[in-house]
């Protein structure tokens, strides 16, 4: 299993600039998470879905938008980005609760 | 959803067991406390959670309160890799879990 994989890596934005952030598990896993996370800051809850067609919103929704077509992918979109917008963004993925998060190593987005 | 309270920063000697205080007061009773770790700019990883009984496995043990509100990570043998952020958690059930800021654990030499 590769467990969840994030493309890209590192993403440097213009202002304006839209772009998606790919995320796709093998696990099988219901819930899926997107995170970010600010310097020196801790991880804020930006969307999340319990299953495929179904999707909601976390702490800091606005400026982004996702969609759920299938189990495995769960792809975070950046409307119009802004400088707020630089951040490392983590997916993440479990079962029902009562199991454990497996994250994806990030993408670091700058937004210039 | 249940929201966890953990200082920001604390150190431990190199050898030295790590005592990592959460509260969660407002805790359910069918919700389980977690405890991850950040690395530098790496994902979290995961280290243990419980329901009500203590656990310990091989990275660390687990104690919570008899009434749940509280718990405490222990690192038996802190080394210098063990220095991270450390995550306190409570599964919420709906899926909505949220991390906060966490706690800094220097370990120092």
């Known amino acids: 299993n590769a467990g969840v994989t994030q493309t890209p890596k590192f993403r440097i934005l213009k202002i304006g600039q839209s772009m998606t952030l790919q995320c796709a598990q093998d696990?099988?896993?219901?819930?899926m998470y997107w995170y970010r996370q600010d310097p020196g800051m801790g991880l804020k809850l930006i969307y999340y879905s319990v299953g495929a067609g179904i999707t909601d919103k976390g702490e800091v929704p606005n400026g982004y938008n996702v969609s759920r077509s299938t189990t495995e992918d769960f792809p975070l979109r950046l409307e119009l980005a802004a400088p707020s917008q630089t951040s490392v963004y983590f997916c993440?993925?479990?079962?029902?609760?009562?199991?454990?998060?497996?994250f994806g190593s990030g993408t670091r987005l700058t937004v210039v | 959803d249940a929201k966890t309270t953990q200082p920001p920063s604390m150190d431990c000697a190199e050898g030295r067991a790590a005592n990592l205080p959460c509260n969660h007061s407002?805790?359910?009773?069918?919700?389980?406390v977690y405890w991850y770790r950040q690395i530098h700019s790496q994902g979290p990883q995961y280290i243990i959670h419980g329901l009500k009984n203590n656990e310990t496995n091989e990275m660390a043990s687990l104690i919570i309160t008899e009434d749940r509100k509280s718990s405490t990570l222990i690192l038996p043998h802190a080394t210098l890799r063990d220095t991270a952020v450390y995550y306190c958690?409570?599964?919420?059930?709906?899926?909505?879990?949220?991390f906060g800021d966490g706690t800094t654990l220097t370990v120092k030499p």
């Open positions: 958690i409570v599964d919420t059930n709906a899926g909505k879990s949220t």
């Open positions: 407002t805790i359910s009773g069918n919700e389980y």
């Open positions: 696990m099988n896993h219901n819930y």
């Open positions: 993440a993925s479990t079962l029902p609760p009562g199991t454990t998060f497996s």
